[in-house]
């Protein structure tokens, strides 16, 4: 029996991932609840101005967008635990790097979906244009970034028994940089800055992104590992 | 050559010895039940056999192959049982064996899942969620699942925890069926009187070392239990 292919089983993961969240929608509905009632709280706690929300609007995108995603790759690995699944991926005669990048595309596509589905919620409670395509191809980079450091460490993480507490705390100082490029980049094109300004936080992005997911794709072999 | 094989194998985790030079082997088509108390180190042995931790020091071979090095060609040749069934609960029976029918590259067409479930007794039970099958169910379709890629190497630990008796003797059946067919089967396990009906070899580690191996042939539960017990020094089941 020949080995399967990387892809395949990247692609395996994936469609698994994708048709118990189908099924369930235990990561996607937790996340969807927790981030519209997050931008709620926030735009009836921020009674601004215009001018002092476009100051902020950047800053309460990106901070539900990260709350919502730890408490999704949370539950995307715990799923994993659970029942000792991550043992029987790691027991298939495939790669282990095949493991981490079929969890991360799927823990990209369902966070990417919820900061999709904030952009015209936002537009409508903050009174704010945020149909911009720099605006997109930020929220996929930085959620990209994210997930990726998120997607190993809660990997680490899913074995302890304060799991739900230790992704955000070690994950954030790791993921600052991200979130920093993310948030002056997302800025920067809300507030219609010259596009130089915010071309440079994106070039800065997609650098760190492309770090931290080599860093990433070969540690994980070693984070699975007794 | 034997199909499995450790030489000298030893494991620490920090600086607590676990499995002490172990010599092991096991032949093509052998039944071996595994016994000891808890912390004799038969969890850790199974979890190195399948490659899923890596040796301090010493040789693990299987079907030829070594471990680490060699980890993805081991893997293929072997299947897992255990106490967590190793399912998404949120799958269907058949959709949990064409996924993992996928990670071992097979040709996952119908035919196979059916024949799959028949197997186990699950054929009317494909299209159901496994979160709804009861604790034998969901162990008969974990091996289904492990028996997938008809692997030469057939890996159990503590399959029975948790059955209640119509559900060990359905596992009894399915292990027996399994030996049959040519499996080499590995079985760590508490319950003295099953490993003297199904297994023909017994091997009690303790202290992370091989305390006895010795055929079962003619010998019952209550004779293994006396060897036990003079073995690891406390009673069985402990």
Known sequence: MKAAPFLTAVGAILRKDIQAELRGRELVGAMGVFALLAILIFSFALELDREARSEVISGVLWVTVIF???????????????????????????????????K?????????????????????????????PPLLLTLVLGVAGFTTVGTLLATMTVQTRAREALLPIVMMPIALPILLAAVRASSAIMNDAPPETWQAWMQILAALDAIFITMCFLLFEYVVEE | MPLIETIALTKRYNLTPVLRKLNLTVEKGEFVALL????????????????????????????????????????????????????YDTLTAAENLRFFGRLYNLQVDHALIERSLKAVGLAR??????????????????????????????????????????????????????????????????????????????????????????????????????????????????
């Open chain 2, 125 to 238: 039970r494909g299209d159901d969620l496994v979160r709804g099958f009861s604790r034998g169910m969901q162990q008969r379709l974990s091996i289904a699942r492990a028996l997938l890629h008809q692997p030469q190497v057939l890996i159990f630990d503590e399959p029975y925890t948790g059955l209640d008796q119509d559900g060990a003797a359905a596992l009894d059946g399915l292990l027996q069926s399994a030996h049959a067919q040519g499996h080499t089967i590995l079985m760590a396990t508490h319950d003295l009187e099953r490993a003297a009906a199904l297994a023909e070899r017994a091997v009690i580690l303790t202290k992370g070392q091989i305390g006895h191996d010795a055929p079962l042939a003619g010998i019952d539960g209550a004779a293994l239990a006396d060897t036990y017990r003079t073995v690891s020094g406390i009673a069985a089941g402990g």
């Open chain 1, 104 to 132: 991360l595309i799927g823990n990209f596509l369902f966070t990417f979906t919820i900061a999709a589905v904030l952009l015209p919620v936002m537009t409508v409670l903050y009174g704010f244009s945020l149909f911009a």
């Open chain 2, 36 to 87: 000891g108390h808890n912390g004799s180190g038969k969890s850790t042995l199974m979890r190195l056999l399948c490659g899923l931790s890596k040796p301090t020091a010493g040789v693990i071979r299987v079907g030829g192959w070594e471990l680490p090095k060699e980890a993805a060609a081991v893997r293929a040749q072997i299947g897992v049982v255990s106490h967590k069934v190793l399912l």
């Open chain 1, 68 to 102: 919502a995603s730890i408490l999704g790759l949370n539950r995307s690995l715990a799923m994993e635990r659970d029942q000792g699944n991550l043992d029987a991926l790691l027991l298939a005669p495939i790669s282990r790097s095949a493991v981490f990048v079929g």
